[in-house]
Structure formats: C-alpha cells, structure tokens
C-alpha cells in the first residue's frame, strides 16, 4: 500500500539553527498537506502544497513539493522555542468512487535547545 | 464553532472492559476520521467515514467498531480493551475532496491496565 516516510525521525538544534524535515511517498501525489502537532496538543494543519515544484513560505517556514509530486520538505529558519513539536506530511489516497483517506508520515519530532 | 470535540479526554480501562469514545464535529463536513497515536510515534487510521451511514477501515481496525448516523457524529467503540490498545485517540474531520484540510480534535488519552 501506499507509504509515506519522513526523515530525520527527531532533530535536535540549538535556538537559531536552521532545521529540514523530508517527506518522501511511495507514489504520485495529487497534493501534500504538513500539520504541526505540540507537546500534548494535536495535529494543526499548516499548509497545502498541489502543484509541481511549488513553494510557499510563511514567515521562517518554507514548503517545498517536489517536481516529481512525490517528495516535500519543510524548511525552518533561525530555530524558536516556539517550533518545538512533530512536523507531519500527510497525502491524499484514493479508496474508489471518488473517495479518499489520507495517509500520514511517521513524522520528524523537533527540540529546540535555548 | 467548536470545531471538533471529543468526550472523555482521559479514560482508564481495566482488561476485557468496553468503552465509546464521543465525537462531534459543527463544521458540517462529510468525512471524519480516527486516528490512534501511540507514544512518540505517527498517526494511524483505525476508521474513517465519507458521509453518514457510510464506514469503511483504515489500516488498524482490529479490536474498535465505528458507526455514523448523523454528520456531526462517529463514536469509535473499543470492544474488550487490551493493553495494547493504550494510546491517544484522535478524532479529525474534513469537509471532503483531496484539497481541504483536516481539523483534528483535542484527543482522548486512553490506558489500559
């Protein structure tokens, strides 16, 4: 079945260290989605890539989709405390007559050392 | 709108109980979805639903049941809880198609002795 894999799985970086997260899926994808999930808290959806190549920012965070549409990267500037948590990259599955589930990474969990 | 809430947010089971776990989304989305999230580790999907009355499995269904008789609803039903069963509960929904995204509830932290 389809799979979708991130790397590193943790990453520790001292505050104002750049930090990268890759997702990496077993097939095509018509579009990607990254969540953050704090400590305790639950996923929180952050953006959506759909087109090949794309890129968006927001603010220190840069979302890359890969040519191909079968890899992301998430790309954080200058480290906060306030980026600690898991990064997850989620894809779209088809499950037949136009219906869908999504699949999650197994995440990229970040510390941030002050 | 609360978004989507989910009841209890702590639970202990003894082995061989049964439980439901609530929850209820106001945002009149077609798809919902239960993720267990076990400690450190990445989202799995028990089950999902595209519309009331319509359920199908995820990856790890085994041990739970799910129903859908109204959109704002999915109870995920654990039958004779195991150990192996301890995790956080996630309760997501969408309003449907591949580009919306997906709004997650608190979670329920369930544990098993």
């Known amino acids: 079945g389809q799979q979708v894999m991130q790397i590193p799985q943790y990453q520790h970086v001292q505050e104002g260290e750049d930090f990268t997260t890759y997702c990496n899926s077993s097939t095509t994808l018509s579009n990607i989605q990254w969540y953050k999930q704090r400590p305790g808290g639950h996923p929180v959806f952050l953006i959506q890539?759909?087109?090949?190549?794309e890129v968006k920012k927001q603010k220190r965070l840069t979302f890359q989709f890969g040519e191909a549409k079968k890899n992301s990267s998430l790309h954080i500037t200058a480290t906060q405390t306030t980026d600690v948590g898991t990064y997850f990259c989620a894809g779209p599955s088809a499950t037949g007559a136009g219906t869908y589930k999504y699949i999650f990474g197994t995440g990229t969990r970040l510390k941030v050392l002050a | 709108n609360a978004g989507v809430t989910q009841t209890p947010k702590f639970r202990i089971l003894k082995i061989g109980q049964s439980m439901t776990l609530q929850c209820t989304q106001d945002m009149n989305h077609n798809y919902m979805y239960w993720y267990r999230q076990d400690p450190g580790m990445g989202l799995k999907l028990i089950y999902y639903?595209?519309?009331?009355?319509?359920?199908d499995k995820g990856e790890v269904p085994n041990g739970y049941n799910v129903s859908r008789s109204t959109t704002e609803d999915f109870p995920l039903r654990l039958e004779l809880a195991a150990p192996s069963q301890t995790s956080v509960y996630f309760c997501?929904?969408?309003?449907?198609?591949?580009?919306?995204?997906?709004?997650f509830g608190p979670g329920t932290r369930l544990t098993v002795l």
């Open positions: 997501a929904s969408t309003q449907g198609g591949t580009y919306n995204e997906q709004f």
């Open positions: 890539l759909v087109k090949s190549g």
């Open positions: 639903s595209v519309g009331a009355g319509i359920t």
